[in-house]
């Protein structure tokens, strides 16, 4: 992706930040028919001409190389194969030349849990679901402007963040009911857009 960066003000913005997406293959791994619409008007809406759908995370792993997709969008509660496992399988495939692709993981489950899970899985950055265009334009662009190495240790494969778990922004402890939180269960406390970014940051 390639883009021309304005003034920068907290983050790239849809106004600061022009991306050219003409090009590039875009796969939406969502088992949501609505969710994949919004996201082929998001995507066309930013100039893309190729988007690709995956109803479960089987499908997205058979086709992510067929299809040469340079970006994916990912659901966390994939039939199949659920979006953690996903990007992990992804990642850890040597012989897959798309297994550092970057990884938008959507979703309305964004307790801290799954937000630090998605990142040491080996995603990206994390989009709140209900979906908005400025949301996922920025996203990209930030994946855009802030580009990493990957690095691959026994534990871990994915952008380089050499992160440290603090707990949330601003303060704010991790609860010990966290640990117990799983996709199926009703979240307690959400992270914001800002909070997410921060714990995708390099430490």
Known sequence: MSGQS???ENGPTMSSKSLNFKGLN????????????????????????????????????????VRNVDVLFCDLNLPKIDGFSLIKQLRADESNAARFIPVLILTSHTQQRNIE??????????????????AVYDRLAWITEEPRAFVQTAGYIGPDRRFKTEGLPNGVGRRAADAAIDLE??????????????MFEKR
């Open 117 to 134: 899970k998605s990142r040491d899985s080996g995603a990206n950055i994390v989009i709140a679901k209900p979906l908005s265009a400025k």
């Open 26 to 65: 875009f796969m939406i791994a969502d088992a949501n028919e609505k969710i994949r619409g919004i996201m082929h008007g998001l995507l066309r809406g930013f100039g893309a001409t190729n988007v690709i759908d995956a109803v479960d995370g089987e499908a997205a792993l058979r086709d992510i190389p």
């Open 185 to 198: 269960d009703e979240p307690e406390k959400v992270v914001s857009d800002d909070e997410m970014e921060k």
């Open 6 to 8: 304005g003034e920068k």
